[in-house]
């Protein structure tokens, strides 16, 4: 195979990632602003409904950034630790790709794809089932008169009430408790990246290191997850189900990963010594 030929490959398999990645993005995204959650009614005496409007403890931001950041922060200076004395004449149009270029992106692409599943798979549940959150009753505020006897002792659908609370904004995040999609990317995000310190921060000198970084990641994640409680955003079990989620994905991502890479370091071998 020729270098032109070669560079066109890498070019192709970038585009491609590309694209693919960013229509995820965008389905997301259509989800999140086209989509209504099912109109879920409730039981006046439900009291799992009756908790206060709180903030968030882990803001969506916050969430994002740490989870995000801190594992491709690592991914870089891993695949740089152990590559960068890897040499070899593999490049893309006349530019040589170091080899540990190419192992953070064939990373990052793994990790960014596994990300995108969470979340679209976060949002097609809640907008599946639609369960109110914890704090409904005090977001939402029926239009009912829940003392009387008419509303007692039986399902109030959608259609026989409205919501009267002045926090407008807030009535369709108030349908979206089932799955936690806070736990479910601190899971992802976390144990993506304690599986994978586990797989390349190899040195002897660092597993008291590595094991204390696994233990950081996963604790954060678990104080996420258990925040969405103590805050009344979800139930506990939409924060089993997300933390599930998030935890399953995570190693189906990096089981395929490992594989992905052996095809990588093939290809790239086979493009050398064409």
Known sequence: MSR???????????????LLMCGLVLCIMASREFLEPFQRGFFCLDESLMFPYK??????PTLRLVGL???????????WALLRKEHDDQRCLGVRIPAWLRGFYCTIASFGLGYCFVELATDIAKITIGR????????????IDCQSAEWQN??????????????AHKFREMRLSFLSGHSAVAAYTMVYFALYLEKRMVWKTTRILRHILQFVALMLSWFTALS?????????S??????????SIAIVVVSFFLIFNAIQYLFYLHVLFA
């Open 4 to 18: 032109d030929e070669a560079s066109m490959q890498i070019l192709r398999k970038v585009v491609i990632d590309g």
């Open 55 to 60: 903030g968030d403890t882990v803001t969506t």
């Open 154 to 167: 039986r399902y109030i659908q959608s259609h026989e009430y409205t919501c009267t609370g002045p926090m």
């Open 69 to 79: 950041l801190l594992p491709s922060v690592a991914f870089l200076i891993c695949e």
């Open 132 to 143: 109110p959150r914890p704090h409904f009753f005090d977001v939402c505020q029926p239009s």
């Open 228 to 236: 969405r409680v103590s805050d009344f955003k979800h139930h506990w």
């Open 238 to 247: 939409d924060v089993l189900a997300g933390y599930s989620l998030g935890l």
